[in-house]
């Protein structure tokens, strides 16, 4: 069996088969695909996987539903198509990541549902190198990059254009349609140092008193977490 490059973080992927794991099987996007690992072992799970990326000679794994799509356009894809779509680390390099989740809404089934992946740009550590140096982790590198290249230079320098928050992505989910169902994450990062408990408990009660009604905004996943990984049903009909 050929091995297929990951290029999503570590554990990103694991924790993605683990949440469908207990899933009705069923029709899935997964876009972008990369190499197509993650398609592979799904369908080895039992699901029947399209998958879709901007660079065709990504697209290793060849099972048939193989094509080359631009998710800064409209997908190509009728209303309703697919019981599960996953992104995993792909909309921080779009230009739109609202009309993209906008498009997922519009291909994916009533109850159906969207697996998203993303640079946790809300840990502490984010937050403090983003006081003193002015950019959040996972995007201190903003130019042309070469598509082909985008997955071979530094950690910090991905082609990420677009830094998602966690109340940003709730309201655009909410805002088409789905329903955050799970938050989770691939692995905790935390700072070493005396005051970093302290910045913590003052990070936690000043935000608990902003955002009372959702404790996430409060949670070791969101404060630690390095990959934000959100499982997010479709509970309105997209309109026809």
């Given at each position: 069996?050929?091995?297929?490059?990951?290029?999503?973080?570590?554990?990103?992927?694991?924790?993605?088969?683990?949440?469908?794991?207990?899933?009705?099987?069923?029709?899935?996007?997964?876009?972008?695909?990369?190499?197509?690992?993650?398609?592979?072992?799904?369908?080895?799970?039992?699901?029947?996987?399209?998958?879709?990326?901007?660079?065709?000679?990504?697209?290793?794994?060849?099972?048939?539903?193989?094509?080359?799509?631009?998710?800064?356009?409209?997908?190509?894809?009728?209303?309703?198509?697919?019981?599960?779509?996953i992104?995993?680390?792909?909309?921080?390099?779009?230009e739109?990541?609202?009309?993209?989740?906008?498009?997922?809404?519009?291909?994916?089934?009533?109850?159906?549902?969207?697996?998203?992946?993303?640079?946790?740009?809300?840990?502490?550590?984010?937050?403090?190198?983003?006081?003193?140096?002015?950019?959040?982790?996972?995007?201190?590198?903003?130019?042309?990059?070469?598509?082909?290249?985008?997955?071979?230079?530094?950690?910090?320098?991905?082609?990420?254009?677009?830094?998602?928050?966690?109340?940003?992505?709730?309201?655009?989910?909410?805002?088409?349609?789905?329903?955050?169902?799970?938050?989770?994450?691939?692995?905790?990062?935390?700072?070493?140092?005396i005051?970093?408990?302290?910045?913590?408990?003052?990070?936690?009660?000043?935000?608990?008193?902003?955002?009372?009604?959702?404790?996430?905004?409060?949670?070791?996943?969101?404060?630690?977490?390095?990959?934000?990984?959100?499982?997010a049903?479709?509970?309105?009909?997209?309109?026809?």
């Amino acid at each position: 069996m050929t091995d297929l490059l990951r290029f999503a973080t570590d554990d990103v992927h694991s924790k993605v088969l683990l949440a469908l794991e207990h899933m009705p099987r069923g029709w899935l996007l997964d876009a972008p695909a990369g190499q197509g690992a993650l398609s592979r072992q799904l369908e080895e799970m039992g699901f029947k996987a399209f998958l879709a990326d901007i660079e065709k000679d990504n697209l290793v794994y060849r099972n048939g539903r193989s094509l080359q799509i631009d998710l800064n356009q409209p997908l190509p894809f009728k209303n309703q198509s697919f019981d599960y779509i996953i992104c995993v680390e792909g909309i921080e390099h779009l230009e739109n990541p609202h009309h993209l989740i906008h498009e997922f809404s519009r291909i994916l089934k009533k109850n159906g549902y969207l697996l998203l992946s993303t640079p946790n740009v809300m840990t502490l550590k984010s937050r403090w190198r983003f006081l003193f140096y002015s950019y959040l982790d996972y995007f201190r590198y903003f130019g042309p990059v070469p598509a082909k290249e985008r997955h071979q230079i530094d950690v910090y320098d991905h082609q990420h254009i677009n830094p998602l928050f966690y109340g940003e992505i709730k309201w655009i989910l909410e805002k088409e349609g789905l329903r955050i169902k799970d938050l989770k994450t691939n692995r905790f990062v935390r700072t070493k140092g005396i005051l970093y408990p302290l910045l913590k408990w003052l990070v936690k009660y000043k935000t608990k008193e902003k955002y009372p009604e959702d404790p996430a905004y409060v949670s070791d996943i969101l404060l630690e977490g390095e990959i934000l990984i959100l499982l997010a049903e479709k509970v309105k009909r997209f309109p026809t």
